[in-house]
């Protein structure tokens, strides 16, 4: 959008004083006498520390309360209650920002060659639920997370999905990290937070803002949101929901970046949910009981040996040929990857309008122009910019051909399993399974008692 | 073998657990070596030298209307009798009346002060939509002293700022939550 | 419990009401939605001001200024549109509101209902385990490795798909090639080019300034962003301004980002590159060292012309210089001298100055000598631009000359028409065969021959300027000059629209006529002397005087100054134009003028 001011009128009149200063001096000094006092800004602050710690206080002791929860009480009674809480504070309240999904591009950015230091409300943020996973499992996925909890309340026909589709799609989840990293790592864009579908959902009403107005009895300082701004990610959002209304926990299971990194640390969990701390009868009652087909069914009986054998062998000496492949396609991504720069995109759109006469001029060329830096150290520094999203790609592409390879490999691992067992890495903790299993009624005592005869 | 299977099992557990726990803990370390125990927070703020006065900060801003506003630097400003931002470049008469005025909200206030000729000129934040066409006027013709800054009282500070993300001039910067403004300097 | 059936469930009255309320809601949340979307886009992103209706009003109250119904409903219009659009705002959340706490609700009662509806799991039929799990860890395999394929496969098209401009010549890496050293051409410490040299040469040469005039030697630049008016002395708009350690009169010449000039004195000689965007001296051209160069120098070199008269010539990959002692050299883009060949002391009464030309690969050498045709000393020269082979040449019975020759594409193909006394010769540009020859130039020719309209227009320095029609074949002295014309320049080539044509004299004389018959248009005489050519730029020219100022002036209707422009600095080389900047070759320093705020900048 540029604003041209119909200036040449004025410019004519004038032309002396626009001409004369640059930096320096004003171009009218108002003599308005030494009693004059000039008002200063006003500078009002942003939310202070406080804020901050409480949320991080509230974090933990969310996950505390789920853990606690899932492992020790084993009811799914608590459970939603706690994810609506969450959903209330996390999600409507605080707006959803910043969150532990999100909070990965901002470690990341920490880490890399960026000036930028981690706040340690987002630091907390990153670490608790790892924390918490890497011992307890996901405990923070079924009943902290706020972007879960609005999946789970709008699940109404869980639709089972088949086995194989999972494996696919749960590939996804490992570039839309991958992809994440790499644009937060070069300062480029936090595309977790610019494509959030829930974000605007949380935003819909300024819930956080009328219930301090109600709390301080004061007006709001303004600020309705702009619903309408957003229509594609509305739209976008709706479309999820509809979609997670039968397939539970889409967002979750195939497209949450935290989720990825989730999922392998719950795998190392020690005391992780389990269906029933007892032994398993294999009634197979708890076999629908699980939404997000995260219980894996007993795998015992022959196979053929030689034949997986030989297949398991293939797929290890292929694991480097996947990974050189990724390598190569994380290369060729890495290019139009690095146009979501900012100086990528203005360099090659400066340099579009050096060679074709025709490009016209753009904003963002406009501001460059009036910048002192020159064509040279834009092209330098975007050509710069550009190498380090080709490596980085190269690398990220790579450690998606490792992931290709590594779960090929796991899927030829034939384990023996005779129970019905939780998949470590796709359980949320959400305790539903609990009220499926006999087993477990009857360690808490609420079978009903035989019938005679 | 399941006993074999659980206590091995339990074994890469602790390794890991452990093995995580050494990560977690020296990226902490890194994390706070950097200065995140100094950093309370960063917010969002429009550096003034870089800004184009493009006016996506009024349509970009998740919020509506925007967090950012036009302020004015009273040491800064010429209090002209013809103030080239409150006044359409077409403006006939050098009166408040509508259809002289540039703002399109109405937000900036005209006022004589003690001492003709001069007015000073306030922006009334609740109108603001943060457009900038009258810092552009005052940065083109007069002393520059209106200008956009991110308010805080009304600023979401999402970590992904809409606008900084569609700043053609690049001029959205992150400061200290404890110094969350860029005032322009008076002149010396 | 699991002793009731499922239908049992549906007809109670708890999942009744919650299907109800399920329903209710569910439609009021739709209906919300569907309110506030038209409502957005209807709202979204409007201006108060930018409303037509707005607009409309606003004209109408600017061209009836102290019509008071109109101004009072334009403020009426104005601070009722303002209002709105805070109102909107308030509606869209108070909108928002609903929709969640509908939408909430919705979902509450429709999660209840279908747990209600819910029975207990009936497992049905006898599982086979072994066969699920191989046939699901197949399927899974088959999955993954698919989804990896299309994600390889999705990566490399969309690379394919999004090209790019940036290319890595573009980032000069300055630090990498040593810096010239500045103060001689030849012996001592040299820039020691690193790396690959820069190849260009796929830009496209209209766009560049190759040789003397631009890449057809018209002196014509077809870009309509040519700065217009600029200071020398004051630095209003000069880009920057760099020093040239050897003078000479030499024109600079362009190519992507690399300007290049030569410079000599008695002894030395050395082509100089600077790069565009802050006119750094890349590197320095040593002229040291070739075999066969005269251990003196010329004589009879005048100061007007100097020991670097001719201008260099480029193609994107290479350069290709030529001095007043004969010396001949081409440099790659990093500085390292591919080929070089003297060519002895010229027999010539004022300097060597015809510059270079380069013709499909083709470095065409044009080196008049001698006092009179008969002495056959004067010889066109090809040489391979790579390797510095000599391709062809030939004798021209022609006696010393100034002026450079052009290709012109004709229909008989390119022709480089040269003009010395008394031959006007055209030859083919790849061959050096000779198509055409007139007898229709005298005295010592320094303007160049200018192409307009099927003719060439060669001038006689003081006398007159003869029109060749270029279709004939061997000597046309009788049938091809279609007119003369009574005016002429001296030293200054002339420039041409295609319908007029400017001549300019060295005493500031200048004349334009029409290119069609000759005939005289106007007549102007201006304060100074020139030797640089002008420039046609934009429909204007721009001739440079010996003192530097360049005035801009239309050449139809009729003559109109429209600027002068300072350099601050005696300047007798012709002006070079690209991508809106212009490149002046003053007596000590490279100037580059670009406007501010101007493509060029």
Redesign the interface.
């Known amino acids: 959008m540029r604003r041209l001011l119909p200036a040449a009128l004025i410019l004519a009149l004038l032309a002396p004083l626009a001409a004369a200063q640059e930096e320096g001096g004003p171009r009218y000094t108002p003599e308005l006498g030494p009693d004059y006092t000039f008002p200063q800004p006003s500078a009002p602050q942003p939310k202070g520390t406080s804020h901050e710690i409480f949320d991080v206080l509230m974090l933990f002791l969310f996950l505390v309360l789920a853990t606690v929860l899932a492992l020790k009480v084993r009811r799914r009674r608590w459970l939603p209650v706690l994810a609506l809480l969450a959903l209330f504070y996390f999600g409507?309240w605080r707006g959803g920002c910043v969150c532990p999904v999100g909070s990965v591009q901002n470690v990341t950015m920490g880490l890399g060659a960026i000036a930028y230091a981690v706040p340690l409300v987002v630091l907390a943020f990153f670490l608790l639920p790892l924390v918490f996973t890497v011992f307890f499992g996901r405990t923070f996925c079924a009943s902290v997370c706020p972007l879960g909890a609005v999946q789970d309340?709008?699940?109404?026909?869980p639709v089972r999905v088949?086995?194989?589709?999972e494996?696919?799609?749960g590939?996804?989840v490992w570039?839309y990290l991958a992809a994440a990293v790499l644009l937060a790592a070069t300062g480029s864009a936090y595309i977790i937070c610019r494509y959030d579908p829930f974000v605007t959902?949380f935003r819909?009403?300024?819930?956080g803002k009328w219930a301090e107005s109600l709390v301080r009895g004061a007006e709001p300082p303004g600020g309705?949101?702009?619903?309408?701004?957003r229509?594609d990610l509305l739209l976008l959002t709706?479309a999820l929901l509809v979609l997670c209304a039968f397939v539970g926990r889409a967002y979750c299971r195939f497209l949450c970046p935290y989720g990825a990194v989730l999922r392998v640390l719950s795998l190392l969990s020690k005391w992780h949910v389990t269906i029933t701390p007892d032994e398993c009868i294999q009634c197979?009652?708890?076999?629908?009981?699980c939404p997000f087909g995260a219980i894996r069914?007993?795998?015992?009986?022959?196979?053929?040996r030689a034949a997986g054998r030989r297949r398991l062998i293939a797929l290890i000496a292929l694991l480097p040929v996947?990974i050189g492949?990724?390598a190569?396609?994380?290369y060729?991504?890495g290019?139009?990857l690095s146009?979501l720069n900012h100086t990528v995109r203005l360099?090659?759109q400066v340099?579009?309008?050096?060679?074709d006469?025709a490009a016209g001029?753009t904003d963002a060329s406009?501001a460059f122009?009036?910048s002192s830096q020159?064509?040279?150290?834009l092209?330098?520094e975007?050509?710069?910019l550009?190498g380090t999203f080709v490596v980085g790609g190269a690398i990220a592409?790579g450690f998606?051909?490792l992931v290709?390879g590594l779960?090929?490999i796991s899927?030829?691992v034939?384990r023996t399993r005779e129970d019905y067992v939780v998949d470590r890495a796709k359980c949320l903790s959400c305790g539903r399974c609990f009220e499926?299993c006999p087993i477990e009624k009857k360690r808490r005592g609420k079978l009903p008692a035989a019938s005679a005869g | 073998m399941s006993e074999e299977k659980t206590s091995r099992r339990s074994l890469l557990a602790s390794a890991g657990a452990w093995g995580v726990g050494a990560m977690v803990g020296a990226g902490t370390f890194v994390a706070l070596a950097r200065g995140a125990l100094r950093r309370r927070n960063w917010v969002w703020q429009i550096d003034p030298a870089k800004c184009t006065r493009c006016g996506n900060c009024?349509?970009h801003c998740v919020l509506?209307?925007s967090a950012v506003k036009c302020i004015q630097s009273h040491v800064r400003c010429g209090y002209c009798e013809r103030c080239f931002a409150f006044f359409a470049p077409?403006a006939?008469?050098f009166t408040s009346?509508?259809?002289n005025q540039l703002c399109?909200?109405?937000a900036i206030s005209r006022r004589p002060t003690h001492k003709l000729p001069y007015y000073r000129y306030n922006v009334d934040e609740a109108?603001c939509?943060g457009?900038g066409l009258c810092v552009e006027g005052c940065e083109r013709f007069g002393n520059g002293s209106l200008y956009l800054q991110v308010r805080h009282d009304r600023c979401l500070n999402c970590n992904e700022c809409a606008i900084a993300a569609a700043c053609p001039a690049d001029a959205f910067v992150r400061v200290p939550a404890d110094r969350p403004y860029l005032f322009k300097k008076g002149y010396a | 419990m699991p002793e009731r059936k499922p239908s049992e469930n549906t007809h109670s009255a708890a999942f009744t009401a919650l299907a109800g309320t399920a329903a209710v809601a569910g439609v009021l949340a739709l209906v919300v939605?569907g309110v506030?979307?038209v409502?957005?886009?209807r709202?979204?992103?409007t201006?108060?001001?930018?409303s037509p209706q707005m607009r409309a009003l606003?004209n109408a109250?600017?061209q009836q200024?102290g019509n008071a119904e109109l101004?009072e409903e334009?403020?009426r219009l104005?601070?009722a549109l303002?209002e709105a659009?805070?109102r909107q705002?308030?509606f869209?959340?108070?909108?928002?509101?609903l929709?969640?706490v509908f939408a909430?609700v919705f979902?509450?009662a429709?999660?209840g209902a279908?747990a209600l509806r819910r029975g207990?799991?009936m497992?049905q039929g006898k599982?086979d385990?072994?066969a699920?799990?191989?046939q699901?860890?197949?399927?899974?395999?088959?999955?993954?490795?698919?989804?990896?394929v299309l994600?390889?496969g999705a990566?490399?098209l969309?690379?394919l798909?999004?090209p790019?401009?940036?290319s890595?010549e573009?980032?000069?890496?300055t630090s990498q090639v040593a810096p010239g050293a500045p103060s001689d051409g030849e012996g001592g410490a040299e820039a020691r080019p690193v790396g690959p040299a820069p190849d260009l040469g796929n830009l496209?040469a209209r766009?560049q300034w190759p040789r003397f005039r631009g890449v057809s030697g018209q002196g014509v630049y077809n870009?309509q962003d040519a700065p217009r008016e600029w200071d020398g002395r004051e630095g209003k708009n000069v880009l920057w301004k760099s020093p040239v350690p050897l003078g000479g009169h030499s024109s600079p010449v362009v190519w992507g980002?690399y300007i290049f000039v030569t410079g000599a004195d008695k002894q030395k000689r050395a082509v100089y590159c600077y790069?565009a965007?802050?006119g750094k001296l890349l590197w320095t051209g040593k002229m040291a060292g070739i075999p066969g160069s005269p251990a003196e120098p010329p004589d009879n070199v005048m100061e007007d012309t100097g020991y670097a008269a001719s201008t260099a010539a480029t193609d994107g990959r290479h350069v290709a210089a030529i001095f007043a002692n004969g010396d001949l050299a081409c440099f790659d883009y990093a500085g390292r001298r591919l080929w070089a060949r003297a060519l002895g002391n010229p027999k010539n009464i004022y300097g060597h100055a015809t510059s270079l030309t380069i013709h499909n690969g083709l470095l065409i050498v044009l080196y008049d000598q001698g006092d009179t045709p008969e002495e056959g000393l004067s010889k066109l020269h090809a040489f391979d631009l790579a390797t510095g082979e000599e391709k062809w040449s030939v004798k021209r019975p022609v006696k010393n000359s100034w002026a450079t020759p052009a290709v012109f594409e004709t229909a008989r193909g390119p022709q480089l028409i040269t003009a010395a006394e008394p031959w006007v010769i055209s030859y083919h540009a790849a061959t050096g065969e000779e198509l055409w020859r007139a007898r229709a130039v005298y005295g010592d020719t320094a303007p160049s021959p200018v192409f307009a309209d099927g003719k060439v227009f060669i001038v006689t320095p003081d006398t007159e300027t003869v029109a060749v029609g270029v279709d004939g074949a061997g000597d046309v002295t009788d049938s091809h000059i279609a007119f003369r014309i009574d005016a002429h320049g001296d030293i200054v080539t002339p420039i041409t629209d295609g319908e007029r044509i400017l001549l300019v004299g060295t005493y500031g004389l200048l004349t334009c006529c029409r290119v069609e018959d000759g005939e005289f248009v106007w007549e102007q005489t201006l304060d100074g002397t020139f030797h640089a050519s002008p420039i046609l730029a934009g429909g204007r020219a721009y001739l440079m005087s010996d003192m530097g100022v360049v005035r801009v002036f239309s050449l139809a209707p009729e003559f109109k100054l429209l600027h002068t422009n300072e350099l601050g600095e005696r300047a007798h080389a012709t002006p070079a134009f690209v991508?809106g900047r212009i490149y002046i070759r003053g007596v000590k320093n490279l100037y580059c003028i670009a406007e501010k705020?101007g493509?060029g900048?």
Request: with cysteine; proline share 7%; aromatic share 6%.
């Open positions: 409507f309340v709008v699940l109404l026909k088949p086995l194989w589709l494996h696919g799609l590939l996804l570039v959902l819909l009403a300024p819930i309705t949101l702009a619903v309408a701004a229509v709706g197979r009652l708890c076999e629908d009981a069914k007993p795998s015992s009986g022959k196979t053929n996947l492949a990724g190569v396609g994380g060729f991504a290019r139009p146009n360099a090659e340099r579009l309008e050096e060679t006469p001029p406009d122009r009036k020159t064509r040279q150290e092209y330098a975007a050509l710069d550009r592409g998606l051909g290709v779960k090929l899927l030829s034939y499926f | 009024a349509t509506s209307p077409e006939e008469e009346a509508a259809e399109p909200t109405g109108l939509i457009c | 939605a506030l979307l409502h957005a886009r709202h979204n992103r201006d108060p001001a930018q606003q109250v600017r200024p101004q334009y403020r104005d601070a303002r659009w805070f705002r308030q869209a959340s108070r909108g928002g509101l929709l969640i909430g979902a509450a429709a999660v279908m207990p799991p497992p599982a385990y072994p699920e799990q191989a699901t860890s197949a399927a899974g395999r088959w999955a993954v490795a698919g989804v990896g994600l390889a990566a490399v969309w690379a798909a999004t790019s401009m940036l890595t573009l980032a000069i890496d496209d766009k870009g980002e790069e965007s802050a991508d705020d493509r900048r």
